[in-house]
């Protein structure tokens, strides 16, 4: 299984993780955003960015989803591209997926949603994810065919397989599902069972662990109230071939030692489900 890093887990990082309230709670996960663009520019770029890579990288994992924030569509170059992919490349990690910005705000227009596929065609990637609202939805297909991207809409207010479902299936095959198991925990659903009724539908995975139902405070992977080694049987049953973005993003404190701890784990219990499905 190839995991992969989100980079917006460090979300809270250029505000020193001083946000006083979770994200359900009124937490300003866009003052975040609009800060971390802010850092992640001009003369400033090159180094937050080689600093952020050559970290993700020393915590043992070589892929990437990069998070819209850390190369944003309005304001990224070719200059500033050309510079992340060098740093990625030194640093031997690879880009599985781009998480724009705008496919769930009304206030974007079809060429403030458009940069999202130039960036994410310009760095060589073929997999763009976010939660998408309806009216934006149309927009995304006509441009996943024209720049042939591949959409992963992650649920947020999706209660259910049928929910999710319900939002994809006009869209399919350019538009599948990002599945995102910490949302699912939020709203008190199965992942497990999620996973295998949507089945094909399931083009990437958000893997999340949350503390309670009701918030959305994530945590170390298996700390908290999702099933993962029923996501990964799950996952096993259904022959998932995709790729596995590790999400833990919490709001006032860093998260380096936990996502280290995550991917020690998930790699042990995602080596005893293979080694079992051998037998």
Same mark, same amino acid.
């Given at each position: ?17 001083a946000i006083?309230?979770g994200?359900?709670?009124?937490? #300003?996960?866009g003052?975040?955003h609009?800060?971390t *663009? ?7 770029f090159?180094d937050?960015?080689?600093r ?12 990437i989803e990069l998070w819209?924030?850390?190369? #944003? ?6 200059k500033?591209?050309d ?9 031997e *990690?690879n880009i599985?997926s781009?998480?724009?910005v ?7 227009t ?33 441009l ?6 591949k959409?992963?809409w992650?649920?947020?207010?999706e ?7 319900q ?8 538009i ?9 925990g ?12 949507l ?8 893997l999340?662990? *949350?503390?309670?139902v ?16 029923g996501?990964f049987?799950?996952?096993k ?11 833990h993003?919490?709001h006032?404190?860093d998260?380096t ?6 991917l020690?784990?998930?790699e ?7 080694k079992r499905a051998e037998?």
């Open positions: 299984m190839n995991w992969a890093l989100m980079t917006a887990n460090y979300v809270a990082e250029e505000l020193d993780y006083s309230h994200w359900t709670e009124g937490g #300003d996960w003052k975040c609009s800060v *663009v802010e850092n992640y520019q001009g003369i400033r090159t937050k960015f080689e952020l890579i050559y970290k993700i990288k020393q915590m043992g994992y070589n892929n819209s924030a850390h190369l #944003d569509p309005s304001i990224a170059n070719i500033m591209i510079e992340a992919q060098k740093i990625l490349e030194k640093n *990690v599985i781009y998480y724009a705008g496919f769930d705000r009304s206030d974007y079809e060429n403030d949603i458009r940069r999202n596929f130039e960036v994410a065609k310009e760095l060589g990637v073929s997999m763009i994810t976010q939660t998408i609202i309806n009216q934006n939805a149309p927009i995304v297909h006509r996943a065919e024209e720049y042939n991207m959409i992963g992650e649920n947020h207010p209660k259910s397989s049928a929910e999710i479902d939002k994809i299936q006009p869209y399919t095959p350019l599948r599902s990002a599945l995102d198991t910490g949302w699912l939020t709203y008190n659903c199965n992942a497990a069972q999620v996973i295998r009724e089945k094909d539908s399931i083009l990437h995975v958000h999340k662990d *949350v503390k309670a009701g918030g959305h405070d994530s945590c170390t992977i298996g700390d908290g109230i999702v099933d993962i080694k996501v049987e799950a996952l049953d259904i022959n998932y071939k995709g790729k596995i973005t590790v999400e993003e919490p006032n404190y998260p030692n936990e996502l280290i701890e995550s020690s784990r998930i042990s219990w995602w080596t005893e489900i293979e037998v």
